[in-house]
């Protein structure tokens, strides 16, 4: 019995891809579930991932009893060392996620050779990639399956919304069936929650007011009055009910809407990151390497920084729109890494990075005007990042960032 079929929004976007089928989930990380359970993944076994990722990638391997093994990054890509990676594959290893960092592209030429060589498929995390091409091709569109997110921080958005995207007909079929046995629809209050909080969104937003905006939803979240990202269940070990599920009507006709300008959406954050980067680089501050060149579509502009959190709270102070993910191997700050089996020390490239990256907004309300007068903010307010200098002794809260772990405490009193 088809429960489900293919929406205008799934079809548009795997013919964009190139790829055999695209399937719409309610969240990126119910995509990344739904792709693991149906390539078996289960108790004891091991899956690679980059020790620098939002814990939302964590939950779902955690939910099928799998052992997340997390490999170190690169400094300059932020993304999978090759290297570390082949060190931790071990025979019970029965995936590799190849993150594309910011939209960075990850060295998919050395992951899918060590891929190759241990028989290990690979899963792209596209969700901060949309658009990247590498060698002229889509990311997500290079290994057997890939997945996306059109949260409200992504290069598209719908407010919550995920993509699976396979390019392997037998994982077609065993999705297609996993859907009709298991998947559920969302509820009639959440997805009217969902399009309230769009809507408020949308007519809330201007670059002065995100950092504000972020606190106000998450103080909404807290007292349950919206669909968070993070739901409270999520921190447990296992699944919670009705996690598997798939993308309501409204969130499929954005989508779809939305996905329409993917073009304009690509060259406004070319443009963006062009700008940000001649202004850095005529004030002597340092920019992304070569290996960001002109197919790369970032989803915000990583920069590194000393005292970053003070840095971050004055920004706040300031409503200038500056971002910080990851702030943590495993974002958001304050997830006990313990239970998800990340040990302090595992990936120190990932931990620097955590204490040093924030983030320059690229999206769609952000004018040439707003980019030039961030980057006078930072080059007045902040100093670039020597890696070589140890960050470790820096205790700096900031206002954000206290809040944002009395959430996690919250979330940890409710499970
Ligand atoms: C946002 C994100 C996800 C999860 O997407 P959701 O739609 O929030 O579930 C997974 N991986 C990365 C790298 C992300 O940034």
Redesign the pocket.
Known sequence: MKKFVQNEFESAFAEWLGVTRAFAFW????A?YAVLKAMGISEGDEVAVPGY??V??ITPIHYLGAIPKYVDILPDTYNMNPRALEEAITSRTKAIIA?H?YGIPADLDEIIRISKKHGVPVLE?C??ALGTRLNGKRVGSFTAASYF???WS?TIRIG???MLAINDRSLVDKIEALRNQSMFSPGMLESTLLSAQMLAYGLLYRPSTAMFLEDFFRFLTNHGLVVG?YSLKEYDGSAPPHFLKGMNRVQGLIGRLRFREIDTVISHRRMLQTIYEEYLQKLNWPVLDDSVDSQTVLVRYPIRVKRKFQTLDDAYRDHIELGS?FDSPLHPRGTPLERYGYVNGTCPEAEQAAREVVNLPLHMRITPKHAETIVKWLVENAVPANSAISMAGQSHQLRTYKLSQEWMHEIEDQV
């Open positions: 969240k990126g990380r119910v990344l990722t939002c939302a990638n993150q960092t995390d969700c901060l997110s059109f949260q992504k919550l919304g995920g990202s993910w």
